[in-house]
């Protein structure tokens, strides 16, 4: 069974920097389309960021100049560089694996979530 845990999240002040981290068991984070996502007070939860089987990552153009996704498949971890961070950053950020498996079906797995808040 696939498994996910965050960590990293905080309280940081506008224009400070965190870095979230992911760590994955029972699979590679190589196998999965790894994805960052958030969910702010009173909204939807979007995506942040995704790496591609390829390595190639996608960005949320809120965020594009600002975060830097990454994987360490040896490590089994992805990370997000959060730098210059705005009130409107402040979300529960989750991490999550997807792929289809060998017959067409979905996997999908989430993390619990970790709260990053932006406050002076």
């Known amino acids: 069974q696939v498994q996910l845990v965050e960590s990293g999240g905080g309280l940081v002040q506008p224009g400070g920097s965190l870095r979230l981290s992911c760590a994955i068991s029972?699979?590679?984070?190589?196998?999965?389309?790894m994805g960052w996502y958030r969910r702010g007070p009173g909204k939807v939860r979007e995506l942040v960021a995704r790496?591609?089987?390829?390595?190639?990552?996608d960005y949320a153009d809120s965020v594009k100049g600002r975060f830097t996704a990454s994987r360490d498949i040896p490590k089994k971890t992805v990370g997000l560089q959060m730098n210059n961070l705005k009130p409107d950053d402040t979300a529960v950020y989750y991490c999550?694996?997807?792929?289809?498996?060998?017959?067409?079906?979905?996997?999908?797995?989430w993390g619990q979530g970790t709260q990053v808040t932006v406050a002076s």
């Open positions: 999550n694996a997807n792929r289809l498996d060998t017959r067409g079906r979905e996997e999908d797995y």
């Open positions: 029972g699979g590679s984070v190589s196998r999965f389309v």
């Open positions: 790496i591609h089987f390829d390595g190639d990552i």
